[in-house]
């Protein structure tokens, strides 16, 4: 893809996502989601861009299978455009935080946001490691279940059959999709050294330790509010009813 294409793409993108945040606001939102309306539009449009992706990703090394042998020269018009498509929902993201969340609630998404731009961006204008980024792009299968935990709990569905499958999906592919995924980059990045410019390995090195780090915390919390949590009640009620 030439440079006006990306910029036509990640362009398309951005307004593609304002356009569903639009379409959103137009929809019923839920008696429990009224007290912060503005976050229910942002995950439920975060949850459209995981669902795009998530399957877009999958299709691209299944339509392209030799680009999982060459993560950095081969790629498809396909899955190019699927980055700067991810590019385009970023910036606009990034954007819809920015103008309303306080920073100091939002610091930690906006700085991975600007991480991902970043080494997004120098994949799609230099047509190399795009394989690499469609590998990154597979966490967003995790972020369909992650978004929807979100949308259950902001709807006041925090219990019950459908909560906790979701919650157990999400778990699973958390580590299948997540944790495993960029523990297996960081190996490749590692094994590559000699293939990778120093500029693209450093900022990938940044970006792998960051997103670990935020990535175990996070799983850390799942953890504890949607079992740990749970399995403490429910160990206090048998001890109630001993009692």
């Known amino acids: 893809m030439e440079l006006t294409s990306v910029i036509a793409t990640t362009g398309s993108s951005f307004g593609f996502f304002r356009l569903v945040n639009a379409g959103v606001r137009e929809l019923p939102t839920p008696e429990s989601a009224h ?6 539009r942002n995950i439920s449009t975060s949850f459209v861009h995981s669902f795009i992706t998530a399957i877009w990703a999958v299709l691209c090394f299944f339509l ?4 999982a042998e060459d993560l950095i020269e081969t790629h498809s018009v396909f899955s190019h455009a699927l980055v700067s498509f991810s590019i385009g929902y970023f910036i606009y993201d990034f954007f819809d935080m920015v ?39 597979l966490v967003e299968i995790n972020s369909v279940f992650l ?4 949308m259950l709990r902001m709807a006041g569905i925090a219990a019950g059959t459908l909560y906790r499958v979701n919650s157990m999906i999400n778990l699973g592919t958390y580590v299948v999709f997540r944790i495993n995924t960029l523990a297996w980059m960081t190996r490749w990045l590692v094994l590559n050294r ?4 120093l500029l693209a390995y450093t900022l990938g090195s940044v970006g792998m330790a960051i ?22 009640r429910e160990t206090k009620k048998d001890k109630d009813k001993d009692m």
């Open 35 to 40: 007290r912060n309306v503005w976050k229910w």
């Open 64 to 67: 392209h299978p030799e680009m």
């Open 99 to 137: 103008l309303n969340q306080k920073l100091s609630q939002s610091w930690e998404l906006l700085f991975h946001h600007v991480v991902v731009i970043t080494c997004f961006g120098l994949s799609v204008l230099s047509c190399r490691y795009v394989g690499f980024s469609v590998v990154a792009l």
């Open 147 to 150: 978004h929807l935990r979100q």
């Open 194 to 197: 000699e293939n990778v410019p």
């Open 211 to 232: 997103m670990t780090a935020m990535n175990i915390v996070l799983f850390y919390r799942l953890l504890r509010s949607d079992f740990l949590k749970s399995s403490t």
